[in-house]
């Protein structure tokens, strides 16, 4: 019914700088919230950033003033905008959209969807 599909991941030293995509598809009749976690190896998956169809943004305390998400609602494509990358940014970094309502034959649902993941490695 609906896809997450990112990219923009891979190898950068610290200090260095990435920028991640995904892009929602499929049935989608409206997305408020788009968001991106990571799950570093034997570490739970954890929130990086969220942003509201409106705009409104939630960061994790680690990554405040070094990251930037953002959204372009036509396109239904989220953006997160890493600066100063440290080596403890590495991880594996999911897309999530909660709650999409999806347009269906004869009504609406509304579901939770997750991209595949892309690595992000920091080091030198």
């Known amino acids: 019914q609906v896809q997450l599909v990112e990219s923009g991941g891979g190898s950068v030293q610290p200090g260095g700088s990435l920028r991640l995509s995904c892009a929602a598809s499929g049935s989608i009749f409206s997305i408020n919230v788009m968001g991106w976690y990571r799950q570093a190896p034997g570490k739970q998956r954890e929130l990086v950033a969220e942003i509201t169809k409106d705009g409104i943004t939630n960061y994790a305390d680690s990554v405040k003033g070094r990251f930037t998400i953002s959204r372009d609602n036509a396109k239904n494509t989220v953006y997160l905008q890493m600066n100063s990358l440290k080596p403890d940014d590495t991880a594996v970094y999911y897309c999530?959209?909660?709650?999409?309502?999806?347009?269906?034959?004869?009504?609406?649902?509304?579901?939770?969807?997750w991209g595949q993941g892309t690595q992000v490695t920091v080091s030198s």
């Open positions: 999530k959209a909660p709650g999409v309502t999806v347009r269906l034959p004869t009504t609406f649902e509304r579901y939770d969807y």
